[in-house]
């Protein structure tokens, strides 16, 4: 059975309202003092500027006139937490794999670019080597012409008489 333990009358801005505490026949309230702390709390809340404020404008004088509306008000604000907060925290997610996903693809383009690169320079030193080879070949082709060439007119040279001056001079080279 239940009985009325403890009925307070709250007068709040100019309204007053009965509390009334039903209890079973259990021994309730715990010796705690529970229901004396929660009435301290509540006053300690509407002794706060914020909410004497909010309780004086005329959304708050409404929500004292209508208390369905302000409950509804408060469950669909309580409710509304949990689908905004996954929300929330989806786009949290969302953004940090896109971040993430983001740098790895920029260090796999970064090393794709590497290696191209890599090769691209490795290309280059093939080809060098070839054109130094064929200059290099080039060089000891030409040079060897050159001696072989200026060998042979030297040669010639050599072997016919120079007259120089009033002395004759006979030069003979023999191969």
């Known amino acids: 059975?239940?009985?009325?333990h403890s009925c307070q009358k709250l007068t709040?801005?100019?309204y007053s309202t009965s509390i009334c505490m039903l209890y079973d026949n259990e021994p309730f309230p715990p010796e705690d003092g529970m229901p004396d702390s929660f009435c301290s709390m509540m006053e300690q809340k509407h002794m706060d500027p914020r909410i004497r404020e909010l309780m004086n404008s005329s959304v708050g004088r409404y929500l004292i006139e209508h208390p369905f509306i302000a409950l509804n008000l408060m469950v669909f604000t309580?409710?509304?937490?949990?689908p905004v907060g996954l929300?929330?925290?989806f786009g949290l997610v969302t953004f940090a794999a896109t971040t993430i996903s983001m740098i790895f693809?920029?260090?796999?383009?970064?090393?794709?670019g590497?290696?191209?690169?890599?090769?691209?320079?490795?290309?280059?030193?093939?080809?060098a080597v070839f054109i130094s080879s064929f200059l290099t070949a080039c060089y000891i082709t030409t040079s060897?012409?050159?001696?072989?060439?200026?060998?042979?007119?030297?040669?010639?040279f050599s072997m016919c008489v120079c007259v120089c001056g009033p002395y004759a001079l006979t030069v003979t080279h023999q191969i």
């Open 1 to 4: 059975m239940w009985e009325a």
């Open 12 to 14: 709040s801005h100019g």
């Open 78 to 82: 309580v409710m509304a937490t949990v």
């Open 87 to 89: 929300f929330l925290g």
């Open 105 to 112: 693809i920029e260090v796999f383009l970064l090393a794709l």
């Open 114 to 127: 590497g290696a191209t690169l890599l090769c691209a320079l490795g290309g280059l030193a093939v080809v």
């Open 144 to 156: 060897c012409i050159y001696k072989l060439y200026y060998r042979e007119r030297y040669l010639d």
